[in-house]
């Protein structure tokens, strides 16, 4: 489905929004479009990968060096979001690749499309809040300082949020596949780490303060990411080899038809895309953990039924 006016921010946004960057950040860099999460325990998961991934990026030998530089964290993470420009899509290739058997592309045309956009937008924001603190460092101006100056504070604000929600998300990828954004997490760890285990640059660092520093965090991310992976196959049937749309979809919006006999009340809770909404069979008790629980019959002699 193509994606509508006004449904990236889901209409959240106001013109009060501007002054708050985190707010416009969250509707930006986690758009509406993006599934609901199907279970908390893989949220909080997720948490722990974005933690561990942010570990990797910033590197935390660069504080125990006492060599911390604003200017130079941005300059790397402008090339860390350059290397992602071109791993992002590599990677989600052999991934079309591994499902062609299962579905095809024009299926993921407008999930693909989506998360290339927030991609390359947040590639955007890091580019132009590198650009504004060059221009501060550079001038000589005092208005002008204090004018881009404010900028510079507001797109450091709203970026860093951007980065936390794109770290979580990975710019929307599990749009596609719920499998997606971890698989990523492992691949980008893995790249930032690789160059210094071939080159042997340990930063100052002892070998085996620097082999922990390096391999401490694409490690975690990798245990936490195949964790998150293997609770959506168990509890969801949802399988990384799998094309999406292979996978339980959600019905497409249309007339309700009428409820069979024995059917959940009405108002049941949402179940997001790749969702089973009637659970699944490798699931504790075959039951979704968010489907309604049985009631019994009305009795209208007795107030609170029979």
Same mark, same amino acid.
Not at 270 to 283: F, M
């Given at each position: 489905m193509a994606r509508t006016r006004g449904s990236w921010t889901g209409g959240t946004l106001t013109v009060r929004s501007v002054l708050k960057p985190q707010d416009v950040a969250r509707a930006v860099f986690h758009p509406a479009w993006i599934p609901q999460p199907l279970d908390p325990s893989v949220e909080r998961l997720k948490k722990f990968r974005v933690i561990a991934g942010a570990v990797a990026s910033l590197g935390v030998y660069t504080f125990i060096e006492g060599g911390f530089d604003f200017t130079e964290l941005l300059e790397n993470a402008m090339t860390a979001s350059v290397v992602l420009l071109f791993l992002t899509p590599l990677t989600v290739g052999a991934m079309l690749w591994i499902w062609r058997r299962g579905g095809t592309v024009r299926q993921l045309r407008v999930p693909l499309l989506n998360s290339l956009l927030l991609l390359l937008l947040f590639v955007g924001c890091v580019a132009a809040l590198l650009m504004l603190v060059q221009t501060v460092n550079g001038s000589a101006n005092p208005a002008a300082i204090i004018g881009v100056g404010l900028t510079m504070m507001w797109m450091l604000i709203f970026t860093a949020y951007g980065a936390v929600r794109v770290s979580g998300n990975f710019f929307g990828t599990a749009a596609t596949h719920r499998c997606l954004p971890p698989l990523l997490a492992m691949v980008t760890s893995w790249l930032v780490a690789v160059p210094d285990l071939v080159t042997g640059d340990l930063h100052g660092l002892s070998l085996t303060l620097g082999i922990v520093f390096i391999l401490g965090a694409p490690v975690t991310v990798t245990a936490i990411a195949l964790l998150e992976m293997g609770r959506l196959k168990r509890r969801y049937g949802i399988r990384l080899k799998a094309h999406p749309a292979t996978l339980a979809p959600t019905p497409a919006p249309g007339p309700v038809p009428p409820m069979p006999p @024995?059917?959940? +009340?009405?108002?049941?809770? =949402?179940?997001?895309?790749?969702? /089973?909404?009637? @659970? &699944? +069979?490798?699931? +504790?008790?075959?039951? &979704?953990? =968010?489907? +309604?629980?049985? &009631?019994?019959?009305? /009795?209208?002699? &007795?107030? =609170?039924g029979s």
């Open positions: @024995g059917a959940p +009340p009405a108002g049941s809770p =949402y179940l997001p895309p790749q969702g /089973n909404p009637y @659970g &699944h +069979p490798h699931a +504790p008790g075959g039951q &979704h953990p =968010y489907a +309604p629980h049985p &009631h019994p019959p009305y /009795n209208p002699r &007795h107030p =609170y």
